[in-house]
């Protein structure tokens, strides 16, 4: 069978079923039981939403490993039994931007439609949302490929003399071309005038792969320069103010009571609320306050479960105790290994891409020295570190989130996340997931050289007419590492001090 890699195939087909099987265990432990047996279209989407984005994080290192399938191959034209990664780049990315921009807004829309009007009425509104959305997709995408829809390679044109063909080959550090006088071969020798601009028009899926990779490097940006600090940080800062010891039964009932009224106020708040939707006064003022609300319900759970650790009930009290403090010490732990894998990520992005030419390969070694040990263990390394940029994506938007009023909160609990939470965060998680596939062909370009995902987001966007001093400057990366400190700065100045709820909704001191 020459270069094809049947063991790569039955590897690829066997982790596409272990992911399917793990978005329908994650959707059915994290699903709200109010949506149980209901809902099923959005639960239909978000167990393929996320599969397609595991997938497409996994497909980089086997873009990788399908490189190694050819390594005996002359040039990488003459292996062409091998996956057709290009083509399946394409597919899953078309997919994904499908899935992002129609599907899972229709899916919310449908969801959050008013639950009195009939089936077709909610149908009816979601498609106008989404109908109108696609039109105006349509027409920028169709305007931008139109008129800005190329790229420019800079190229040089070389030339050189003709020479008799050597009866040995002699070549050093000093002779490195034929020719005994020949101390410089063309490409060094070349006049600067031979560079040239190389135009031509790229393909309508690349062309909306790129830009979707610029929706999603923004956000990404932001929310993964937070989260890259804030996901070990904050597992951190947990252990640090975790409640240290048990209260007594008075105070559990001083609390307990304090919390219940609080929660009658916020349902009195939450009734007002919807009896304005119903009249149509959904203003401005309306959704500020639908997000107060939000963010106080957030903050109240919050408090009513650090109460239920402070003070466990039970014939198994005491066990359940321990395990509060077990878990405590475990995020800790995952805390010490995350910030070792977030300074190390921000030491690669300033040592291999800021860094002009680059001090070290760093993570691109390590992961080429665990090749050699066992094949595919620089390989789940490389997989590990791109999964750990979508955490820190999920978990930069949780923390700004709560931080900052207009952002929406959706958060992702275990047996209590409502389907439209899901549906947020799988379109986060799709839209990004782009972004961190280019990150990451960049970041460890050295490591996943002349792999398909290199030419479509190496060659192709980074010289996209319009977009590619985003790429060129390293807008992006910068940023990256800005919000990174900022935030780590943020956690040094103020996230060791036990947290006080803002808002009337906290626990009384």
């Known amino acids: 069978m020459g270069d094809f890699n049947l063991a ?14 793990s978005s329908i265990y994650l959707l059915v432990n994290y699903q709200h039981p109010d949506d149980a047996n209901q809902a099923y279209f959005p639960k239909f989407v978000v167990v393929f939403g996320l ?97 800005i829809g190329k790229v420019d390679f800079s190229v040089r044109h070389l030339a050189s003399a ?11 550090n000093t002779q490195p071309c034929i020719g005994n006088t020949a101390r410089q071969c063309s490409a060094f020798t070349a006049n600067p005038a031979s560079e040239k601009t190389w135009t031509m028009r790229t393909t309508f899926p690349e062309y909306v792969v ?9 956000l990404f940006t932001i929310f993964g320069g937070v989260g890259i600090a804030s996901l070990p940080l904050g597992l951190i800062t947990a252990f640090i103010r975790r409640p240290k010891a048990v209260i007594t039964r008075s105070q559990y009932i001083k609390e307990a009571t304090e919390l219940g009224k609080k929660a009658r106020e916020l349902k009195k708040a939450a009734d007002g609320l919807h009896q304005e939707e119903r009249s149509g006064a959904k203003g ?23 109460l239920e650790e402070m003070y466990p009930q039970g014939e198994q009290a005491e066990t359940a105790w321990a395990f509060t403090v077990l878990g ?26 800021l860094v002009d030419p680059p001090l070290s390969p760093f993570l691109n070694e390590v992961f080429i020295k665990l090749d050699d040990v066992w094949g595919l263990l620089g390989t789940a390394a490389f997989a590990f570190f791109c999964f750990y940029l979508l955490l820190a994506v999920i978990a930069g938007a949780m923390m700004l989130g709560l931080k900052l009023v207009f952002i929406t909160i959706h958060p992702m609990k275990w047996g209590a996340t409502l389907m439209n939470s899901f549906l947020f965060n799988v379109g986060l998680i799709l839209l990004c ?28 966007l980074q010289s996209l007419r319009g977009i590619k001093y ?33 808002g009337r909704f906290q626990l009384s001191s």
């Open 328 to 353: 405590y010490l475990a995020k800790f732990i995952l805390g010490i290994l995350g910030l070792i894998v977030s300074i190390a990520w921000v030491a690669h992005i300033i040592i291999y891409l």
């Open 210 to 218: 790129a830009l979707a990779t610029i929706v999603g490097s923004v």
């Open 51 to 147: 599969s397609i984005a595991m997938i497409s994080i996994l497909m980089l290192p086997a873009d990788v490993a399908n490189r190694h399938a050819c390594r005996h191959a002359i040039y990488n034209g003459a292996c062409n039994l091998t996956l057709p990664m290009k083509d399946l780049w394409l597919a899953i990315y078309i997919v994904d931007a499908i899935l992002v921009f129609f599907v899972i807004p229709f899916a919310m829309f449908f969801y959050e439609g008013d639950q009195d009007k009939t089936l077709g009425k909610r149908i009816k509104s979601a498609l106008i949302w989404v109908v109108t959305t696609a039109v105006v997709c349509a027409l920028v995408l169709g305007i931008l490929y139109g008129v």
């Open 8 to 21: 790569l195939v039955i590897v690829a087909i066997v982790v596409c079923v272990i992911v399917f099987i």
């Open 470 to 502: 985003l790429y060129k400057y390293n807008v992006f990366q910068i940023g990256f590492v800005i919000l990174a400190g900022l935030t780590f700065l943020y956690y040094i100045a103020f996230g060791w001090r036990r947290k006080k709820p803002s």
């Open 162 to 172: 003709t020479s008799s063909f050597p009866t040995s080959w002699q070549f050093s």
């Open 284 to 306: 401005r003022k309306w959704r500020k306050n639908v997000k107060a609300v939000e963010k106080e319900l957030l903050q109240l759970e919050e408090d009513v479960n650090l």
């Open 433 to 460: 997931s782009i972004s961190v596939i280019q990150f990451c062909a960049t970041a460890f370009g050295y490591y996943a050289q002349a792999t398909a995902a290199q030419e479509i987001f190496g060659h192709t």
